[in-house]
């Protein structure tokens, strides 16, 4: 297990992180995501801190709080040391009714960030993100909430989710300039299966040193190696009652034909190669691993011994390419034409 800087910072976190969204399960949506309980929650957690894995992801919205509170007492029934684990979670979503209980207000952060500390069972999250973008909140009021968490010292780092190149940008340059706690990290999706993050978000993370965590990077299952173009309606998988995240199955398929014979080669499994390609990416600083059963973990945590050729990631490059847009063909044009 290798370990990165989470964008520029002093903070080291594994390659790869165990996600918890399918602990606790509940009703309606987060059934479909995973239903896990206390002792099988409590054997993941263990099987990924064994492996090395220091960097445990979670959400308030997840299973209603459930998540927060299984992964919280997994810690605990453990006897995890506090600073063995980086533990990050996320604010924004609905958590109460009426128009102040969601979004990323001051208020909203403040109350969910203290909500999530007692459910977790911690004195301190360190990695507080904005699960997503508030059209509707001034962005300098989000910033200087969670600049308020981090001088009260119930946060540590700071990080966004599901925001644009754009949003990212403009919220370094507003911390920069009201000497707020900047945005270490993104949590985005990213995978062979959706490279639409290589346009822009990619290039504005590598030029202002803002670390990448990847969300779904078995594109909701569809890289798992379960399927292809005979099969395609899911099977038992998640994809069956829960078919996202969005992808192009067309080429998503020719992706999985590209990726067979390389796992054949490499006695891996098409996951392990899915998985393995991320690793591979300079952008990206740890890919966030869920699962059902400590088996799947477990062959998560095998990518991190597959080595991928130049060959194999040109093979892999040239299936899941994308499909050329303005302005990048245009910048690739001039670029091409105007060396000095």
Known sequence: MR?????????????LCLGTMTFGGGEGFWRQIGTLQQQEADELVRTALDAGINFIDTANVYAEGLSEEITGRALRNLGIARDQVVVATKGFGRMAPGPNGVGASRGHLLDQAKASLRRLQL????L???????AFTPMEETLEALDTLVRQGLVRYVGVSNWA????????????????????SLQAYYTLAGRDLEREIAPMLASESV?????????????SGKYDRSNSAGG????????????????????????????????????????AWLLHQPVVTSVIV?????????????????????????ALDTASALPREYPGWMLERQGATSKR
């Open 3 to 15: 370990y990165r800087p989470l964008g520029q910072s002093g903070l080291y976190v594994s390659e």
């Open 211 to 223: 670390g990448l965590m990847v969300w779904s990077p078995l594109a909701g299952g569809l890289l």
């Open 236 to 275: 038992d998988g998640r994809r069956a009652t829960f078919d996202f995240p969005p992808v192009d199955r067309d080429r998503a398929f020719a992706v999985i034909d590209a990726m067979r014979p390389i796992a054949e080669a490499r006695g891996c499994t098409v996951a392990q190669v899915a998985l």
């Open 165 to 184: 190149a754009w949003h990212v940008a403009k919220g370094l340059g507003i911390a920069a300039r009201r000497g707020f706690t900047p945005i270490r």
């Open 128 to 134: 507080y993100q904005i699960h997503g973008f508030d």
């Open 123 to 126: 004195d301190h999250i360190d």
């Open 290 to 314: 869920g699962a059902k059963r400590t088996a799947q973990l477990a062959e998560n945590i095998g990518a991190t011994e597959v080595v991928l050729s130049p060959e194999d990631l040109q």
